[in-house]
């Protein structure tokens, strides 16, 4: 199983700031990576995939990178409707999640 | 407009079983590779089980053996037959959509609560 790891388990941002999320992988997934956001009582929403391509509808504030092991999700400026937990998921293999950041109003 | 409305959930007994079903519109399900995912109480997402276009299943180690997923094409409808429930199963239920080939989720359900418990 391919454990993927989550930093910093929480993020404190004020709005209009950047926020920087990290995710590595106990071994390459190549870039078989993706990004959701979870609001409280909502399903997950698709942001990322392939490790940098925004999902349909996802606003250009959101950007992913890396490969490997070694991911990042930015968001440019965050508004208030941002304000979430984000959850990795590598697909290189069965499907695994780390275990989530919960970006919060600083 | 894709989209997954699950239903089934609720309170059984350790030991009992339940089927979840996932009504889809806007696509195939057979068409596509299909994914239960769940979530326990305040903790992180687990994938649970896949169907592929093909008809072939896999499921996650720790409900291999006593969970079973299914589709039924003429009703455009995913199932997940859960049996010998444990507490540890005790989860919000997603069924979600994979595209073509891969497995991440572009398409997910609103859930649905299953609880295991006496």
């Known amino acids: 199983e391919i454990v993927m790891t989550q930093s910093p388990a929480t993020l404190s941002v004020s709005p209009g700031e950047r926020a920087t999320l990290s995710c590595r992988a106990s071994?390459?997934?190549?870039?078989?990576l993706a990004w959701y956001q979870q609001k409280p009582g909502q399903a997950p929403r698709l942001l990322i995939y392939?490790?940098?391509t925004r999902a349909t509808g996802i606003p250009a504030r959101f950007s992913g990178s890396g490969s490997g092991t070694e991911f990042t999700l930015t968001i440019s400026s965050l508004q208030s409707e941002d304000f979430a937990v984000y959850y990795c998921?590598?697909?290189?293999?069965?499907?695994?999640f780390g275990q989530g950041t919960k970006v919060e109003i600083k | 407009e894709v989209q997954l409305v699950e239903s089934g959930g609720g309170l059984v007994q350790p030991g009992g079983s339940l089927r979840l079903s996932c009504a889809a519109s806007?696509?195939?399900?057979?068409?596509?590779?299909m994914s239960w995912v769940r979530q326990a109480p305040g903790k992180g997402l687990e994938w649970v089980s896949v169907?592929?276009?093909?008809?072939?299943?896999y499921y996650a180690d720790s409900v291999k053996g006593r969970f079973t997923i299914s589709r039924d094409n003429s009703k455009n409808t995913l199932y997940l037959q859960m049996n010998s429930l444990r507490a540890e199963d005790t989860a919000v239920y997603y069924c979600?959509?994979?595209?073509?080939?891969?497995?991440?989720?572009?398409?997910w359900g609103q859930g649905t609560l299953v609880t295991v418990s006496s």
């Open positions: 806007g696509f195939t399900v057979s068409s596509n590779y």
């Open positions: 392939g490790a940098s």
């Open positions: 071994q390459s997934v190549s870039s078989n």
């Open positions: 979600a959509r994979c595209p073509p080939r891969d497995m991440y989720f572009d398409y």
């Open positions: 169907i592929y276009s093909g008809g072939s299943t």
């Open positions: 998921q590598q697909y290189n293999n069965w499907p695994t």
